[in-house]
T-cell receptor, first 114, second 117 residues
Framework: GENVEQHPSTLSVQEGDSAVIKCTYS??????FPWYKQELGKGPQLIID?????GEKKDQRIAVTLNKTAKHFSLHITETQPEDSAVYFC?????????????FGAGTRLAVHP | DARVTQTPRHKVTEMGQEVTMRCQPI?????VFWYRQTMMQGLELLAY????????DSGMPKDRFSAEMPDATLATLKIQPSEPRDSAVYFC???????????????FGPGTRLTVL
C-alpha cells in the first residue's frame, strides 16, 4: 500500500534554532501534503499545507517545501520557541476507493529547550 | 471559531461493555473521517463518510465496530463488545469534498480517550 516515511522520529533543539522535519511518500499521484501539530492530550491541528502545483509555502515562522520529482517534502520552523514543542505529523493524499485519504507519517517529537 | 467536537473526552469501561463515541463535524462540511491513534500503529483510518453515506469502513473490525451518521451534525462510532485491545484515542475529522479530485483539508476533533479494562 501507499506509504509515508517521516524523519527524524525525535528532534531536540535550543530555543531560537531552526528545526527541519522531512517526509517521503510513495504515491506519485499524491497532490496534497498537510502538516499537523499535536500537543499532549489534544487532536492534531493543521498548521500548514501545500498542494502539488506549488513548490514552497510560508506562514510566518513555518514553511513547507515540496519536491515532486523526488517525492519528498519538508517542514521548516525558524526561531523555535518552547511552545513549538509537540509531535508533528506529515501526510500525503492518496486517491483510492473513490476518495482522497491521507496517509500519515509516524510523527516527529520536537522538543525546544529554553 | 468553527471546530469539530467529540464526546466523551474520556471513557473507562470494562471488557464486554458497549461504547459509543460521538462527533459533531464543522457546520457545512460534508465528509467525516474516524481515526484511531495508538503508540504502536500511529493514526489508522477506520471509516469515511461523504454526505452522511458510509463509503469506506475497511479499517474497522467488522464484527464489533460500527459507524453511522444519523444526521449531518452527528457521527457515531460504536464498539460492542469492547475489548482491552480497543484502548486508544479515537479521533473524528471533518472536511469539505468539492468533488474535483483534490483532497479536502481535514480538521480534527480533540479525541476520545478510551480505556477498556
Amino acid at each position: 500500500g501507499e506509504n509515508v516515511e517521516q524523519h527524524p522520529s525525535t528532534l531536540s533543539v535550543q530555543e531560537g534554532d531552526s528545526a527541519v522535519i522531512k517526509c517521503t511518500y510513495s504515491d506519485s499521484a499524491s497532490n496534497y501534503f498537510p502538516w499537523y501539530k499535536q500537543e499532549l492530550g489534544k487532536g492534531p491541528q493543521l498548521i500548514i499545507d501545500i498542494r502539488s502545483n506549488v513548490g514552497e509555502k510560508k506562514d510566518q515562522r513555518i514553511a513547507v517545501t515540496l519536491n515532486k520529482t523526488a517525492k519528498h517534502f519538508s517542514l521548516h520552523i525558524t526561531e523555535t520557541q518552547p511552545e513549538d514543542s509537540a509531535v508533528y505529523f506529515c501526510a500525503a493524499s492518496s486517491f483510492s476507493g473513490g476518495y482522497n485519504k491521507l496517509i500519515f507519517g509516524a510523527g516527529t517529537r520536537l522538543a525546544v529547550h529554553p | 471559531d468553527a471546530r469539530v467536537t467529540q464526546t466523551p473526552r474520556h471513557k473507562v469501561t470494562e471488557m464486554g461493555q458497549e461504547v459509543t463515541m460521538r462527533c459533531q463535524p464543522i457546520l457545512g462540511h460534508n465528509t467525516v473521517f474516524w481515526y484511531r491513534q495508538t503508540m504502536m500503529q500511529g493514526l489508522e483510518l477506520l471509516a469515511y463518510f461523504r454526505n452522511r453515506a458510509p463509503l469506506d469502513d475497511s479499517g474497522m473490525p467488522k464484527d464489533r465496530f460500527s459507524a453511522e451518521m444519523p444526521d449531518a451534525t452527528l457521527a457515531t462510532l460504536k464498539i460492542q463488545p469492547s475489548e482491552p485491545r480497543d484502548s486508544a484515542v479515537y479521533f473524528c475529522a471533518s472536511g469539505l469534498d468539492l468533488r474535483d479530485r483534490s483532497a479536502d483539508t481535514q480538521y480534527f476533533g480533540p479525541g476520545t480517550r478510551l480505556t477498556v479494562l
